[in-house]
């Protein structure tokens, strides 16, 4: 934690000095009190600190949280040697792999980045939108008619069957359906890999050892179908034989990791961002109906929903140097945090900000650096396009196809769910079924 200039204003000259922030609380209990109230949390010491102030957070010490457009800019344009991110996801090292464009940083991580971008290049998502309303219409089918059940889960089917569809390339059926299985086994059992003290064998048994038979079972089925893929030659519109065609020289282990580098780093995140944007919707009836009527506001009402609601709420950098930020000075180390919640949440930039109101995106593109849900820089998300050409297939096509209304008017809470932000209940709804 930084010795703090505790109740100081926000410096207006730049000063070697580290950023304030609270420093009664040691990291850990710090850390447990932030998570269980972090946006409440948040909101006070940015009205004690102002934009820029420093908390313990385990594991990061200091997490200097950045709440300034002027300020996210210098990150996320600053120099990839000293904005490291790769370190910082290295808990994600055992399901994602070595070769992983999410662990790396600076000229490895630039390269690797470079082969992954082609196939997810705006206009190309096209091709998949058939796939994508298919597979929505599919999932609504199985929806209870007239009974409460959760939004989320079945968003998550919805985003795992496109990923296996468009990226990995699978078609329905067999290898698709054992695929599905055991990589909705695998995710579950991630959870053993986000705590370091968890990760040892207990003589073939424990969280661990399940977690590592669930990860070979999913690798064998990964390593078959890009030989095969590899034997059936060009062709294809997936993202695989996209980087096979682009990328022949790639290892069968650097395709694997990439493949799952996509669908850990696609799935969860698209999945719930629609639950949120369902349960905003529900609760504004004439804004759902506006949005059944027309594409571009839906578009504009995802957006407005990932900013009232993200999904991610910090971009981290780990920062190789000392760097200048707010006037303050953050030491080699210091890990920055773009808070998502406290750039969303910036009356100056939108007017009544806790409003769900899509107008705001009408006509006009986000502005890069207040509306960061996909990060920023040479990090940013590279499967935004992808996400929110899928977002707007698969929301359009449930709108069309049935109404839903929420099963408890009251808005849902948020609740933690690693590193996301997810509704506490699901996205709880009822549907009925139209004409
Ligand atoms: C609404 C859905 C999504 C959200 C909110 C989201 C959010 C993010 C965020 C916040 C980052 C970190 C950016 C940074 O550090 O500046 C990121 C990175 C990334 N995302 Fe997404 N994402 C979404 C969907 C997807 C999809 C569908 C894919 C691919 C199929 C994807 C692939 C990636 C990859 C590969 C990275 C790492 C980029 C790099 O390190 O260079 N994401 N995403």
């Not at 690798?219 to 034997?231: G, P, S, V």
């Not at 905003?280 to 759902?288: A, G, Q, S, T």
């Amino acid at each position: 934690m930084s010795t703090a200039v505790a109740e100081a204003p926000p410096a207006v000259a730049v000063n070697a000095s580290p950023p304030p922030g609270p420093k009664v609380l040691p990291g850990f209990v710090q850390g447990m009190r932030m998570l269980l109230t972090e946006h409440r949390m948040l909101e006070r010491y940015r009205a004690r600190y102002g934009d820029v102030f420093a908390i313990a957070v385990w594991p990061f010490d200091p997490l200097v949280v950045v709440a300034d457009p002027a300020e996210v800019r210098r990150i996320f344009t600053g120099d990839p040697a000293v904005m490291h991110a790769g370190e910082g996801n290295g808990i994600l090292g055992p399901l994602v792999g070595p070769h992983s464009v999410l662990l790396l940083d600076e000229g490895e991580h630039l390269r690797r980045r470079k082969l992954l971008l082609p196939p997810f290049h705006g206009e190309r998502m096209r091709v998949y939108g058939d796939v994508m309303r298919e597979l929505a219409a599919a999932e609504v089918e199985r929806w209870p008619a007239g009974e409460p059940f959760a939004l989320l889960p079945a968003m998550q089917r919805v985003t795992l069957r496109i990923i296996l569809r468009t990226v990995f390339g699978m078609q329905e059926g067999g290898g698709m359906d054992r695929l599905e299985r055991d990589l909705t086994r695998l995710l579950r059992y991630s959870n053993a890999m986000m705590t370091p003290a968890l990760q040892r064998d207990f003589a073939g048994r424990g969280p661990w050892a399940r977690f590592k038979r669930a990860r070979d079972e999913v690798d064998a089925q990964l390593f078959d179908e890009i030989a095969w893929r590899r034997a059936a030659g060009a062709g294809g519109d997936d993202i695989l034989s996209m980087l096979l065609g682009a990328t022949p020289d790639a290892t069968d282990a650097e395709l694997r990791d990439d493949l799952i580098t996509l669908l850990v780093a696609g799935h969860e995140t698209t999945a719930t961002t629609m639950a949120w944007t369902l349960e905003r919707l529900m609760r504004h009836p004439e804004i759902l109906a506006h949005s059944r009527e027309d594409g571009a506001y839906l578009d504009a009402a995802v957006r407005e929903a990932q900013r009232v609601r993200p999904v991610i709420t910090y971009v981290m950098r780990q920062i190789t140097a000392p760097f200048r930020v707010g006037g303050y000075t953050a030491p080699a180390g210091a890990t920055l945090g773009t808070s998502v919640t406290l750039m969303h949440r910036r009356a100056d930039l939108y007017p009544e900000p806790h409003a769900f109101r899509p107008e705001r995106f009408l006509g006009s593109k986000p502005d890069t650096y207040g509306w960061v849900p996909f990060g920023g820089g040479v990090r940013r998300c590279l499967g935004a396009a992808f996400a929110q050409y899928e977002m707007r297939q698969v929301l359009s096509t449930i709108l069309e196809r049935c109404d839903l209304r929420p099963d408890d008017p009251r808005p849902e809470r948020h609740r933690r769910k690693m590193i996301t932000f997810v509704p506490a209940r699901g996205a709880r709804a009822v549907m009925t079924p139209r004409a």
